[in-house]
Nanobody, 121 residues
Framework: QVQLVESGGGLVQAGGSLTLSCAASGRSAGNYAVGWFSQAPGKEREFVAAISWGRTFYVDSVKGRFTISRDSAKNTVYLQMNSLKPEDTAVYYC????????????????WGQGTQVTVSS
């Protein structure tokens, strides 16, 4: 069992930055790939970024703006979000999985509770 806790969300103006954190605990927490997903009201959960065995993956809309990184000593994965846009507004979830299907929710086993990101125009 792996527990994930997100933090770092908030309200920011367009063009601003936020850093989300995903702290993992539990057996073998450090062995999983970790992904970030966003879910806006009325929409499906969408892939944002993932990190798996040192490789990083991003959805096209965030390339060059978001950076995913991992601190293995702290069992924490970060999502640095720069140049935020109003359309980035959503609840952001981190998830842990095997990494095989990193860009779809079905590829993940454990999920955090989510953290709200709101970008004002």
């Amino acid at each position: 069992q792996v527990q994930l806790v997100e933090s770092g969300g908030g309200l920011v103006q367009a063009g601003g930055s936020l850093t989300l954190s995903c702290a993992a605990s539990g057996r073998s927490a450090g062995n999983y790939a970790v992904g970030w997903f966003s879910q806006a009201p009325g929409k499906e959960r969408e892939f944002v970024a993932a990190i798996s065995w040192g490789r990083t993956f991003y959805v096209d809309s965030v390339k060059g703006r978001f950076t995913i990184s991992r601190d293995s000593a702290k069992n924490t994965v970060y999502l640095q979000m720069n140049s935020l846009k109003p359309e980035d507004t959503a609840v952001y979830y981190c998830a842990a999985g095997t990494g095989t299907y990193y860009n779809t929710p079905i590829g993940y086993i454990y999920w955090g509770q989510g953290t709200q990101v709101t970008v004002s125009s």
